[in-house]
């Protein structure tokens, strides 16, 4: 049996078996990872999943991606970056983050192993996006970054470890990393279980909550900035008018309230970290 890809224990527990693949969940630090998870081929998935169907899926919601998403990496950036510097996007997708990144005057460079979606950055954004998997021989040896992003990629690699530390060697002076992913304990998880959409997406190799990340990080010499959990406010919006039954009468206040609840209580659908190399 193949050990916790984050603290390297080797007995886990059956979380549950799903039609092509099985969670189990890690005995010591409640990880929750793909069985075989270093065996899972790759480039087959993101070939299915990542098609021109998911393309012209990203197309319907840009505009979603540019309201909720990309700003917000945006304004994160504006806040715990101190120079604009340059910056990689690791899985870039279709290309909305990097476009806004470029435009708020970053010198940007953008890794995305989907060629589709490759296609459509370069034809909708303007963007030349590597189309690569992540691999550190891609980049020269004296390539620095000031700032390394990724949203929603750290669930689909199989090594976090690994790959945590080459993100660090690859920062510049002074530069930092920006990610978000899905939360383990986020509260459609804590709701619905194992059948949560979260748990059945069948590329989502780890699930991570709060403390992995923190585990994470420091086995990677990282030192975190800013940890936090957050809900979007038209996503938890739109749950609230699809049961209307669970929040009888909601006043406008009580669902702020829910909100700042959901957030501070760690059950947001996100994780987001921003940290820096430890320095000795
Ligand atoms: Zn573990």
Redesign the pocket.
């Known amino acids: 049996m193949q ?7 080797k007995e886990s527990i059956l979380f549950h078996s799903y039609e092509t693949f099985t969670l189990v969940m ?6 929750i990872y793909r069985l075989q998870v270093d065996q899972v081929q790759q480039e087959q998935l993101i070939k299915n999943i990542y098609d021109s169907t998911w393309v012209a899926m990203r197309d319907i919601y840009a505009m979603n991606t540019f309201k909720e998403h990309a700003s917000f990496g945006a304004l994160l950036l504006d806040m715990f970056f101190r120079k604009k510097g340059k910056l990689l996007e690791v899985g870039s997708g279709t290309g909305e983050f990097l476009w806004l990144a470029k435009e708020t005057a970053w010198q940007v460079e953008g890794i995305e192993p989907s060629a589709v979606a490759c296609e459509y950055a370069k034809e909708r954004y303007g963007l030349e996006l590597r189309n690569e998997r992540w691999e550190m021989s891609i980049f020269e040896e004296d390539e620095k970054f000031d700032a390394i992003v990724f949203w929603h990629v750290l669930e689909h690699i199989p090594s976090p470890i690994s790959f945590m530390k080459q993100v660090n060697s690859l920062l510049a002076p002074g530069g930092r990393v920006l990610f978000s992913l899905p939360n383990q304990h986020s509260l459609t998880n804590v709701l619905q279980g194992s059948s949560s959409p979260l748990f059945v997406e069948e590329d989502h190799l780890i699930h991570y909550a709060k403390r992995h990340i923190e585990q994470l990080m420091a086995l990677s010499d990282f030192e975190i900035i800013s940890l936090f959990s957050r809900e979007e406010p038209t996503r938890l919006e739109y749950d609230l008018r699809i049961h209307p039954a669970g929040t009888p009468n909601m006043t406008e206040r009580d669902k702020t309230k829910m909100m700042v609840g959901l957030q501070s209580g760690w059950h947001g659908h996100e994780i987001y970290c921003v940290a820096e190399p430890r320095h000795e």
């Not at 890690?26 to 990880?31: A, D, T």
């Open positions: 050990p916790c890809p984050l603290c390297q224990e890690c005995k010591s630090c409640q990880l």
